[in-house]
């Protein structure tokens, strides 16, 4: 009679960790990519032809249906301003106060170990009608040379999971945020590619 129970003890622990709730809307990207780019939930910071990068849709993806986010510096544009760090935030409602969460996106960056991008992501305090301004809450950088053993993509295996923690606190809601930035310590990157990346597979959930 004991083992029978063990079984549906193992079962049910499983399912629950599989079904844990993830507050990222269009997680996946895809209707990101069905409206080339445009959302409701997804906000793009860019101003390609300003210099500051370029943020759009792709067909690439990490798991299931088509469709990232591209965040990148077209080497068509004649000047660049790498101080700039173009990407993508959402606002997060509905999190449970005061609970230790999860979040986590799958980057892709094809340039190597020398690459001059680094992706910079995090959670912000909310900031009406004024994002990327709140109170950091968390943050991390991550270069791909450091993901060589990171959970990769099952689509495009360039995609590798990157994650941190962070405590939701008293509101209930967050913007998270994920940007490229450009290393120029050793001058100007080459452009004579685009300096491209691409993020996918967004994940919020409480721990
Ligand atoms: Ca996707």
Redesign the pocket.
């Known amino acids: 009679m004991i083992k029978p129970l063990l079984i549906a003890t193992g079962l049910l622990a499983s399912s629950l960790a599989f079904s844990a709730t993830n507050y990222v809307v269009d997680p996946?990207?895809?209707d990101y990519r069905s409206n080339k780019g445009k959302s409701p939930v997804w906000l793009s910071h860019e101003d390609s032809n300003g210099g500051l990068g370029d943020v759009g849709s792709s067909g690439d993806?990490?798991?299931?249906a088509k469709?990232?986010a591209r965040i990148r510096f077209k080497s068509s544009v004649p000047t660049h301003d790498f101080s700039s760090k173009p990407g993508l935030t959402q606002v997060i409602s509905g999190l449970p106060a005061n609970t230790d969460m999860s979040y986590s996106l799958y980057y892709c960056d094809k340039k190597g170990a020398e690459s001059p991008s680094t992706l910079y992501f995090g959670v912000r305090e909310v900031v009406e009608g004024a994002p990327l301004t709140g109170n950091v809450i968390a943050e991390s950088r991550v270069h791909t040379r450091d993901l060589g053993d990171a959970p990769m993509g099952e689509v495009k295996d360039c995609f590798r999971q990157v994650s941190l923690d962070f405590n939701s606190g008293a509101s209930g809601n967050v913007e998270i945020f994920s940007l490229m930035e450009v290393y120029i310590g050793d001058g100007e990157p080459n452009m004579t590619k685009d300096m491209e990346v691409r993020i996918?597979?967004f994940s919020v959930t409480a721990k």
């Open positions: 996946q990207l895809t993806t990490a798991f299931d469709g990232s996918d597979e």
